[in-house]
């Protein structure tokens, strides 16, 4: 594979151009082009399996399958069968033989997700394939050779599982030849825009793409993202549902997110953050864009000009929910993750229910 190919695979498969991103690209050129054992570490949803796909895809076993398995949701008393694979008659309703996914994966590569999650005597038995390279099927007497990279990922600190006796120290070892951590999206904000472009590329043509403004991306590089690149992912393609051609706003993202994305802002000093935590956020807070002010008299101006502010994003969210679902308060609901009783208590706060129904007739006519 040439540098150019190689350099263009990467940027398709992992989005952005962040000093974390060019790092990881760096790293992974390597890793593909060896056959020792690596071991990916990163929180959940941030694309540890799309790394591992990256390394099989540039590696010279790409042309040979690449079988992924997550640890985590094999019942334990099938997971050496899975694996390693058993022979007929073995076990009750073991009534044909199975090639375990070491097996199927021979000559390219199996990806061990959430290798944290794997039963402690089955560590052992992975360990002594990884070093002999031999595997032996459930009811079975035959060794069996196989070519297989390992990859495996884990949301975990594996230092503490280790201590806790829950994962053993030499499996740690003979995984992490080559260790590679993925960083979270709150690391690397500036890669936030290429990836709502690459999401919007996936959804569904026939209808008009959501149009993100520049203050909707702003918006979502102050939010934490405690659910990573899935998180934007479903963001996008919520987007793409309630907002088909049409502008959002940082006050839509508000919605989209089902959070509280009014961090304050980076350059504020320490009275201005003060003044912010002192204001009761809602789960429906928009990014303020206010600024701050030193004077004790317009701080507290500022707080409750912030809680009526809050309010009436809340209520025109209300409207916007029951507006998409046509009146229908449960769906409203589900819609902008709050209780059924929780929407009917604030439609009655905010005494919007004629004028939703009003706003909906409207739509409907138009």
Not at 18 to 25: A, E, F, N, T, V
Not at 223 to 248: H, K, M, T
Not at 266 to 295: G, W
Request: charged share 20%; glycine share 6%; hydrophobic share 40%.
């Amino acid at each position: 594979m040439t540098d150019v190919n190689l350099e263009t695979l990467l940027a398709e498969k992992l989005i952005g151009d962040s000093p974390k991103m060019q790092q990881l690209r760096t790293i992974i050129k390597f890793a593909g082009h060896c056959n020792s054992s690596i071991m990916i570490t990163g929180p959940s949803g941030s694309g540890k399996e799309v790394v591992a796909e990256a390394i099989h895809a540039i590696s010279d076993r790409r042309h040979a399958p690449n079988i992924a398995v997550n640890c985590g949701a094999l019942p334990e008393q099938l997971i050496e069968s899975e694996l390693f694979g058993h022979e007929k008659g073995s076990f009750t309703g073991a009534i044909n033989q199975h090639v375990g996914l070491f097996e199927q994966a021979d000559s390219g590569t199996i990806f061990l997700d959430e290798i944290g999650d794997m039963p402690i005597n089955m560590q052992v038995k992975l360990l002594r394939v990884l070093e002999t390279r031999i595997v032996n099927r459930v009811g079975g007497n035959r060794n069996i050779g196989v070519d297989v990279r390992v990859i495996a990922a884990t949301h975990k600190h594996l230092g503490e599982c280790i201590a806790s006796k829950s994962f053993r120290e030499d499996l740690y070892y003979r995984l992490c030849v080559v260790p590679i951590e993925v960083p979270a999206l709150n690391e690397r904000t500036e890669d936030i825009p290429a990836l709502v472009a690459h999401f919007l590329k996936n959804q569904d043509e026939r209808k008009p793409f959501p149009i993100f403004t520049a203050e909707a991306l702003t918006a979502m590089q102050s939010y934490d993202w405690p659910g990573n690149v899935r998180e934007l992912r479903n963001v996008v393609e919520r987007a793409s549902v309630f907002f088909s051609g049409e502008q959002i706003s940082a006050n839509d993202v508000a919605m989209l997110v089902q959070s509280d994305i009014a961090p304050v802002p980076h350059n504020s000093d320490t009275k201005a953050s003060a003044s912010t935590e002192q204001a009761p956020m809602t789960q429906t807070a928009a990014v303020s864009t206010e600024p701050h002010t030193s004077n004790l008299t317009h701080q507290d101006n500022n707080i409750q000009d912030l809680n009526e502010h809050l309010q009436s994003e809340e209520r025109r969210i209300i409207l916007k929910a029951l507006e998409i679902s046509h009146g229908v308060v449960s769906s409203a609901a589900r819609s902008i993750n709050i209780k059924r009783t929780t929407m009917i208590d604030k439609m009655r706060k905010y005494n919007i229910s004629w004028q939703a129904e009003q706003r909906i007739a409207t739509q409907i006519a138009a």
